[in-house]
T-cell receptor, first 110, second 117 residues
């Protein structure tokens, strides 16, 4: 079992729809969780961090964390073609090293 | 805030030469920096964790004598690829950690593309 698992996609959504990206992790001791966006040929860019159970909203993005289910998700409302990228879920156990999922490719079609 | 720069952005070199890549945190101090490598259509692979003033910690399978890391200050870490060969051609990305241990957020530099001929 991989430490951080994501569906590789591609996930295709029409412009204006809600994109839902999911991630599960194996280590119950994980303390902090991050979503990064990576455009083709570019380095990852931090979108959201979340540390507590529940929802955290920032603009069109909402991160959701459920530690009991070991599940973290990212919702993107009003999806735009510019949101098309690979989304990386990352988990920090105890310390400063992140464990990354393989990423989910999102395609927003206009 | 939390800007990380890398230099150079592109390197083309001959096989057998050494290449140095710099990673700087521009507006914060980073006690820890990380070096990743990414091959086309693959995920990030952590190579090593670099702590200011101490030796880097390398991931399993990464040759420490080939990938030399120096973290001389709280804002600068360097990666030197020694005696580079075509199989070392890749996208090298650094990140700098900001925040308390256990919840540290990593901010990535723009990456350096290395092509070894």
């Amino acid at each position: 079992q991989k430490e951080v698992e994501q569906n590789s996609g591609p996930l295709s959504v029409p412009e204006g729809a809600i994109a839902s990206l999911n991630c599960t992790y194996s280590d119950r001791g994980s303390q902090s969780f991050f979503w990064y966006r990576q455009y083709s040929g570019k380095s990852p860019e931090l979108i959201m961090s979340i540390y507590s159970n529940g929802d955290k909203e920032d603009g069109r993005f909402t991160a959701q964390l459920n530690k009991a289910s070991q599940y973290v998700s990212l919702l993107i409302r009003d999806s735009q073609p510019s949101d098309s990228a690979t989304y990386l879920c990352a988990v920090n156990r105890n310390g400063n090293k992140l464990v990354f999922g393989a990423g989910t490719i999102l395609r927003v079609k206009s | 805030g939390a800007v990380v720069s890398q230099h150079p952005s592109w390197v083309i070199c001959k096989s057998g030469t050494s290449v140095k890549i710099e990673c700087r945190s521009l507006d914060f101090q980073a006690t820890t920096m990380f070096w990743y490598r990414q091959f086309p259509k693959q995920s990030l692979m952590l190579m090593a964790t670099s702590n200011e003033g101490s030796k880097a910690t390398y991931e399993q399978g990464v040759e420490k004598d080939k990938f030399l890391i120096n973290h001389a200050s709280l804002t600068l870490s360097t990666l030197t690829v020694t005696s580079a060969h075509p199989e070392d051609s890749s996208f090298y990305i650094c990140s700098a950690g900001s925040g308390t241990s256990g919840g540290e957020t990593q901010y990535f530099g723009p990456g350096t593309r290395l092509l070894v001929l």
